[in-house]
């Protein structure tokens, strides 16, 4: 009688919190209506099972208790019964799975006149690629990865050379216009998700992965890495920004080309401390290493920059050191060969220039207070 009653109760608090929860869906600002009618769908069954099932077993329950003068019968097979059970999970099963694949087959089949868009996922940031002029993304591969060129745009390519690369986490789209999104991953699995869109994908080294959508409301939307991909992952954060086409195509002539990218930056002349330093703040977003350390104090994966620079760390094998330049140029170049007690190795070997890694290192001194 006691189970009973706590099956009744946990069948009714949980339909009282899917109706009267405040976590719902965020408002869905694409095309992809469907993917909430496959949701609602899904928990109309399985939740409509759920239901079903634990009233059935409070009914047994109550039903068979046991009661004096009571045998249970022996009952090996009931061909009847399985036969109902076998025909009711199949159209379950059916009924969960089939429309879903209608509307995957169209997920990835993008209309004809698609913009299209690359999405670069790296531990632990993103980064973006539009097609220039000529409309055509230039070759990459692999081998022509660089610190300077982390898309690994082929040089000797000229369909390449006015590819709009955006290396900031922010990504802008323009509002009403379909989108033809190809994925890549510099190393482990990530997913590419904005709640908002209902869209999302995975990224598999080694596959250039796709999906289309068409924004449908203008606004700010966070983007997030649906796959774990390592300590950083809670981080891997950016957001895409869906605004009026003018805006957007104004904001996309503001990005650099590829071969604008290739060009040595100009030497910092006046003012040169102050540009090292905002230099390395940009550096510190575009490469990611915001992920794991923050500047405002707050823990993170690796240590906090603010008042890093000057202090006296202790190392895992129990010996002190000060955090100076040469340090710091030590933990970027190597972060591997010195480990800072408490910290996991975990941080990754960038492809830096020397006047990165001073931009880098001057832009932790100022956070020394
Ligand atoms: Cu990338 Cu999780």
């Known amino acids: ?112 006149d698609a913009m299209v868009i690359e999405v670069l996922g790296q531990q632990w940031q993103w980064r973006y690629r539009f097609p220039g002029e000529n409309g055509k993304l230039g070759f990459v591969d692999p081998r022509f990865v660089t610190g300077a060129n982390p898309f690994g745009l082929d040089p000797a390519d000229a369909a390449g050379e006015d590819d709009i690369l955006v290396t900031p986490s922010e990504v802008h789209l323009p509002l009403g216009r379909s989108v033809k999104v190809l994925l890549r991953s510099h190393d482990v699995l990530h997913d590419f998700y904005v709640p908002p869109f209902r869209a999302r994908m995975n990224i598999v080294p080694g596959m250039v992965t796709s999906f289309w959508f068409t924004p449908t409301k203008t606004g700010r939307y966070e983007v997030l890495c649906a796959q ?59 490469r990611g290493c915001v992920a794991c350390h923050s500047v405002d104090g707050s823990a993170g ?4 920059w603010k008042g890093l620079f000057g202090k006296t760390e202790t190392l895992a094998d129990g010996s002190t050191a000060r955090v100076d330049e040469a340090f710091l140029k030590g933990e970027i170049r190597e972060p591997q060969t010195r480990l800072v007690k408490g910290f996991p190795p975990v941080m990754p070997k960038l492809d830096l220039s020397d006047e990165d890694v001073a931009a880098l290192v001057d832009y932790i001194r100022s956070k020394a207070q």
């Open 1 to 112: 009688m006691g189970i009973a009653i706590v099956l009744i109760v946990i069948v009714a608090a949980s339909l009282l919190f899917h109706f009267v929860s405040p976590w719902w869906l965020t408002p869905i600002a694409s095309n992809w209506g469907q993917m909430d009618d496959m949701l609602t769908l899904t928990l109309v069954i399985t939740g409509g099972f759920f239901v079903v099932l634990n009233l059935f077993l409070v009914y047994t329950l109550l039903r068979y208790r046991h009661r004096d003068g009571h045998r249970a019968a022996y009952q090996p097979d009931n061909r009847k019964l399985e036969r109902r059970l076998i025909v009711a999970t199949t159209f379950g099963i059916v009924a969960l799975l089939a429309p879903g694949l209608f509307v995957y087959a169209e997920y990835v089949r993008p209309p004809s």
């Open 228 to 286: 774990l991909c390592g300590v950083g992952h809670y981080n891997m954060r950016g957001y895409v920004v869906v605004e009026e086409p003018a805006a957007f195509e104004s904001w996309l002539k503001a990005q650099p080309t590829f071969a604008a990218s290739m060009r040595p930056a100009p030497a910092s002349s006046a003012g040169g401390a102050e540009t090292l330093v905002a230099r390395g703040q940009a550096l510190a977003q575009s």
């Open 301 to 304: 994966v690796g240590p906090t």
